[in-house]
C-alpha cells in the first residue's frame, strides 16, 4: 500500500514501521533492502540486516534473494546471535576466545552449572539448574558480566550464591573456549568497548542497518 511504499522509498535517514503481526513488516523490510541494492544506494555488504529468529532469518534470505534473483550467500543477514556469532569469530583475540570457540546450547549450559552447584553448595532441590540458567541469562541480557552484577542484587538467590557461581561459570567456559547464547551478545558489547577501533571499522562498513523486532505488547 502506500504507507509501505514510502518507507521502502525512504532509503536515507532513520525510519520507523509500527504495525500489528501479519500486516507485512518483513515485506516492507526485504523490499527496502532489494530497493537499496537495486538503486545503488550500498553494495551488499554494507548492509546489515537482522532480526529475533532464524524463520524470520530465512524468510528475509529468500524474499531479498528473490527479489534481487541473486544469492545473498556471506551477507549481513541474520539473528542478533548469528550476527555476535560472526563478529566474535572475526575477531576472537580481542575478544579473548580462540577462532575455533563453541557455542553452548541449552542442554550443555545446564549440564556445566549442574557441574558447580555442589561446589557451591547450593541444593538443586531449592534452585534448580535451569533456574539459575535463566538468572544468569537475564543478566547478560543486561549487559551485566560477574564484576557488573552488585552483591546485593546476587543477595537474594540461592543464599547469596549465585554470584560466585557466575563467576565460577564464566571461568569454565573459557577453559573450555565456549560461550552460550547470552555470551554472543555480551561478549560484542564487550568488544565494542573495549576495542573502539572495531566498532569504528563496522560502523563505517555498514551504511543501512535493518531490524525487524517483534515485540509482545501483551
Known sequence: NETQLQAVQKVRGPSLILAGAG????????????????QGEARPWEILAVTFTN??????????STLIKQSVEGWWVG???????????GHSE??????????????D???LIKQLLSIHEIDDKRWPP????????????????????TTAEGSDLADGRVLS????????LKI???????????LCLELFQNCPEILNKLQRQFQFILVDEYQDTN
Open 55 to 64: 524463520k524470520a532469518a530465512r524468510e528475509m534470505k529468500e524474499r531479498v
Open 23 to 38: 500486516t507485512g513488516k518483513t515485506r516492507v523490510l526485504t523490499t527496502k533492502m532489494g530497493h537499496i541494492l537495486i
Open 176 to 186: 573450555l573456549n565456549s560461550v552460550d547464547f547470552g555470551d554472543l551478545l555480551l
Open 130 to 149: 535451569r533456574t539459575l540458567a535463566g538468572v544468569i541469562q537475564r543478566w547478560k541480557d543486561r549487559g551485566l558480566t560477574p564484576n557488573k552484577v
Open 109 to 111: 549450559q545446564i549440564r
Open 79 to 89: 539473528t542478533f546471535h548469528s550476527i555476535g556469532a560472526r563478529i566474535l569469530r
Open 94 to 107: 580481542s575478544a579473548g576466545l580462540k577462532q575455533n570457540f563453541t557455542i553452548l546450547d541449552t542442554d
Open 165 to 172: 557461581l557466575y563467576k565460577d561459570y564464566q571461568k569454565r
